[in-house]
Nanobody, 116 residues
Framework: VQLVESGGGLVQPGGSLRLSCAAS????????MNWYRQAPGKERELVAT????????DYAGSVKGRFTISRDNAKNTMYLLMNSLKPEDTAVYYC??????????WGQGTQVTVSS
């Protein structure tokens, strides 16, 4: 199993970023997928989730209406479009399968910093 997150960076408040999660080593199209984030000194939290076929999605209250999760099963890739970013969105963002294919496995994550 390999999960590679990318697309993070430094953005001003109110800006946008699109994160990508490239998956390999398992049958991507048969797994739900989640985005998580971990801010400094805080626990990792679930941000968004998407069903295996991409029809069902759900979001943490803090990002609902600003973030959009999607996936392309033909490319084994999941996305997170983040709009109206706030300083409190600053964190390392991770993706993972739901349920996890390999317990305790996490990719390297991608850093998102929202600051003026």
């Amino acid at each position: 199993v390999q999960l590679v997150e990318s697309g993070g960076g430094l953005v001003q408040p109110g800006g946008s970023l699109r994160l990508s999660c490239a998956a390999s080593g398992f049958t991507f199209s048969t797994y739900g997928m989640n985005w998580y984030r971990q801010a400094p000194g805080k626990e990792r939290e679930l941000v968004a989730t998407i069903s295996s076929g991409g029809v069902s999605t759900d979001y943490a209250g803090s990002v609902k209406g600003r973030f959009t999760i999607s996936r392309d099963n033909a490319k084994n890739t999941m996305y997170l479009l983040m709009n109206s970013l706030k300083p409190e969105d600053t964190a390392v963002y991770y993706c993972n399968a739901n349920p996890r294919v390999v317990p305790y496995y996490w990719g390297q994550g991608t850093q998102v910093t929202v600051s003026s």
